[in-house]
């Protein structure tokens, strides 16, 4: 299994970015797939998640600002982000599970003016 995340940068408060982690190895339409974060001094924790049936769940600081989907035709899983503020700066992470955990490398999302 690999899990590839693409997507984040440099962007201003208020902005928005669209995160994408391309999946391999697996069968994706029938996994449950994560997006997690961890900022600078601080733990992992989860962003928002997604079943395979399309079921979605958001951490609360991140709720009405992020949207979470998945493309089972291109195996991918998006995290639109709008409404970014500094607290949401961080490296993003794909996760899901495939009879052990699997992470992607991580991409770092940076929201400063």
């Known amino acids: 299994v690999q899990l590839q995340a693409s997507g984040g940068g440099l962007v201003q408060p208020g902005g928005s970015l669209r995160l994408s982690c391309k999946a391999s190895?697996?069968?994706?339409?029938?996994?449950?797939m994560a997006w997690y974060r961890q900022a600078p001094g601080k733990q992992r924790e989860l962003v928002a998640n997604i079943t395979s049936s399309g079921t979605t769940n958001y951490a609360d600081s991140v709720k009405g600002r992020f949207t979470i989907s998945r493309d089972n035709a291109r195996r991918l899983v998006h995290l639109q982000m709008n409404s970014l503020s500094p607290e949401d700066t961080a490296v993003y992470y794909c996760?899901?599970?495939?009879?052990?955990?699997?992470w992607g490398q991580g991409t770092l999302v940076t929201v400063s003016s």
């Open positions: 996760k899901t599970h495939w009879g052990r955990t699997y």
């Open positions: 190895g697996m069968f994706f339409s029938i996994a449950a």
